[in-house]
């Protein structure tokens, strides 16, 4: 407790905390940009490795910053805008992009203050967020994720200061190995205080200029320092789920690794440094442009060492960082194999039993939750009514996460499985007819999942309405969809699917029919002053959206169960 009473320990406790709370800002506006423009342009840079790479040097060399592509990629990975493998590649370009940073450093003496922009990003991007537009509030997000991660930096960077100035590496000069340990671990530790590998280089230029260390302390302080740029990533990876934990772990190994290797290899990077010295002009006495060439060489060639080895990193870091609820796992199909395209029936086969996976996984796990009802009392014996009534605890599920990783991929699948199947070969009318209704059904469960990620927000705040007249009208719709869920739920469980049927064209053709803008309650409501004005809108066009989905439900468990019993497979074989 005493320590905490320390200024410089509170001043830069609380630069930690507003740069994890940046992190979090970051991850939530770029998850306004998943599946958009965003997603799309980061698939095409970065679906080979090549281009990955590519894409972290060129942005690390503009940004100068490779703890800020870092924090980014972490975000990124976390919001499910990229896969590990991308990541990774970019993290490797972004290590040979700081020796862009460190030519520009001893070039020119030049580095560009992005942390000076934290204010103007924070000013900005609050109004942003403010805003109703989906895609403004992301872009304000990101903003002022960046504005607080900048600033988080710059009162750690104030707290350290107290440090800073008592440094002197003269009081280090250690001989042989134990010397090249010993500024290695000085090298982190000072990256670590100043968060800028490029303050630190500045420090061992200056530390080299008076001969305070020797030219090959001065390499090994180089190691460390590029070795502590990773502790900013895995700050800022404390707060973000499992995909973000092992990006970290994949920079953090990259960096050691390749500083292990410069260690042990120093003496010959070193002959090889005065070499290309040598070669292209550079005085043997040039300390600043001789370590520039060093820097890009142990960089580069960790790189080429590591690039054969991504599998491997890929496979330790998912057995280090296991996911306990399958965040970052994409559902992926299971009956679309390419030998059912073989023939058209069995194709249809393959694809109905793969559309039927998505529309249980849908109605009976994703649409319930998004409800706030759990599956065991929707699917028991209780009454609807009831187990609607007794649902009223928040159920913390995020429906366009749930979209993106169980959902997206497989109706991606099956709509081009369908289009394969229908042109390997001739295909009879009924056929078509059939391919087509296996559209149509997966259509119908996406657009009942979209639907009610637009109503999830009126259901959460009016669940807990003190206006008992609003939240028994909220209830009507969750009952409503619930019934429809219950019914096909038996659909698919019976035998003998007769009466579920005929309760589920009941059900179609009350909410078909059903229209609280036209029957009567709304205006019995409002001249009884049940309800507020402000409720009415929100009300008339949930009601709305509720009957589409009870529509789309519906119309895609007639076409999966009840088209299902009249398919012909007499055919199958040749």
Do not use: C
Not at 12 to 24: E, K, Q
Not at 135 to 146: E, F, N, R, T
Not at 296 to 320: A, W
Not at 465 to 486: A, F, P, V
Request: hydrophobic share 45%; aromatic share 8%.
């Amino acid at each position: 407790m005493l320590l905490f009473m320390n200024p410089t320990v509170k001043e830069i406790a609380a630069g930690v905390a507003i740069l994890l709370f940046g992190m979090i800002m970051l991850e939530e506006g770029f998850h306004s940009f998943v599946s958009g423009p965003l997603q799309v342009l980061l698939k095409k840079s970065t679906d080979k490795l090549y281009k990955s790479i590519g894409l972290g040097f060129l942005s690390t060399a503009i940004l100068q910053s490779s703890s800020l592509i870092s924090v980014i990629l972490i975000s990124f990975i976390s919001a499910g805008l990229l896969e590990l493998r991308a990541g990774i590649g970019i993290i490797f370009g972004s290590n040979i992009g700081t020796t862009a940073t460190t030519w520009l450093v001893s070039t020119l003496g030049l580095k560009i203050d992005i942390a000076g922009l934290a204010m103007p990003m924070l000013a900005f991007g609050i109004v942003l967020v403010l805003q109703k537009p989906k895609k403004l509030k992301g872009i304000g997000q990101i903003l002022a994720g960046l504005g607080f991660f900048f600033m988080g930096i710059y009162f750690m960077k104030n707290g350290f200061d107290v440090y800073k100035d008592n440094i002197n590496l003269a009081d280090f000069a250690i001989p042989g190995v134990l010397g090249l340990l010993v500024y290695t671990f000085i090298g982190v530790l000072i990256t670590m205080i100043l968060q800028s590998s490029s303050a630190t280089m500045a420090l061992i230029l200056t530390a080299l200029a008076v001969g305070q260390i020797t030219y090959t302390n001065s390499l090994a302080l180089s190691i460390g320092a590029n070795v502590g740029t990773t502790i900013t990533a895995i700050i800022g990876s404390l707060g973000s789920n499992t995909s973000g934990k092992r990006l970290a772990g994949a920079h953090f190994i990259f960096n050691i690794v390749t500083g292990l290797i410069a260690l042990v290899f120093i003496g010959y990077l070193g002959q090889l440094v005065d070499i290309i010295s040598e070669w292209v002009g550079i005085a043997q006495s040039n300390y600043t442009f001789k370590l520039s060439v060093f820097h890009s060489i142990f960089n580069v060639l960790g790189v080429i060492i590591m690039i054969p080895l991504i599998n491997p990193l890929i496979n330790i870091l998912h057995r280090v960082f296991k996911s306990t609820d399958e965040e970052d796992i994409i559902e992926q199909p299971q009956f679309l194999d390419e030998n059912a395209l073989a023939y058209p029936q069995t194709a249809l086969l393959a694809l109905r039993n793969e559309t039927k996976r998505l529309f249980e996984k849908a109605a009976f796990t994703i649409i319930p939750h998004g409800m706030n009802i759990h599956r065991t009392d929707l699917f028991g014996e209780e009454k609807i009514k009831e187990v609607v009534k007794k649902s009223r605890k928040e159920i913390e599920v995020n429906i366009e996460e749930l979209y993106l990783r169980k959902i997206k991929t497989i109706y991606s699948k099956i709509i081009e499985f369908t289009t394969l199947a229908q042109s390997r070969s001739s295909v009879s009318p009924e056929l078509t007819k059939q391919f087509a209704q296996i559209k149509l059904a997966s259509r119908n469960i996406v657009e009942a999942i979209k639907a009610l990620e637009e109503i999830r927000k009126n259901m959460n705040v009016h669940l807990f309405s003190e206006n008992m007249h609003i939240r028994h009208e909220y209830d009507l719709l969750r009952q409503k969809i619930s019934k429809i869920l219950r019914e096909l739920y038996l659909l698919q469980k019976s035998p003998e699917p007769t009466l579920h049927l005929k309760n589920l064209k009941k059900l179609k053709s009350k909410a078909e029919k059903s229209d609280i803008l036209l029957d009567g309650t709304l205006d019995q409501l409002i001249k009884e002053s049940k309800i507020p004005s402000s409720v009415v809108s929100s009300l008339v066009n949930d009601s709305h959206i509720v009957a589409l989905i009870s529509k789309k439900l519906i119309e895609a468990g007639e076409l999966i169960y009840i088209s299902q019993d009249t398919m012909d497979l007499t055919e199958v074989n040749p």
